[in-house]
């Protein structure tokens, strides 16, 4: 399942807080994933939103983050790392 299926033409996608949340949270509740081992949830850099909702409607997840080195540097996968701890999620660099 993928937000790019709601793109037209591979265009790209301008929601903001609330409409991520929502989109999020029907993904999560309304898609039959079956039984789940591993979510992969591939997020572009910036979207402290989309994190912050995971968050919220996984409680008991767990976060591992990689940084492509060519497109970011290591800070922004530290932060992303802090701010996934300071919601209280375990969480990996």
């Known amino acids: 399942m993928s937000i790019g299926l709601f793109a037209e033409d591979n265009g790209p996608i301008m929601w903001r807080g609330p409409m991520l949340h929502k989109a999020l949270e029907q993904f999560l509740s309304d898609v039959h994933w079956g039984e789940i081992d591993t979510l992969v949830v591939d997020m572009p850099p910036g979207t402290g939103d989309v994190a912050i909702s995971l968050g919220q409607l996984l409680p008991r997840a767990e976060a591992g983050h990689r ?8 800070g922004g996968a530290v932060r992303a790392a802090i701010m996934a701890q300071r919601r209280g999620c375990a969480s990996r660099v």
């Not at 940084?67 to 290591?74: G, I, K, P, V």
């Open 67 to 74: 940084h492509h080195a060519a497109t970011c540097r290591a």
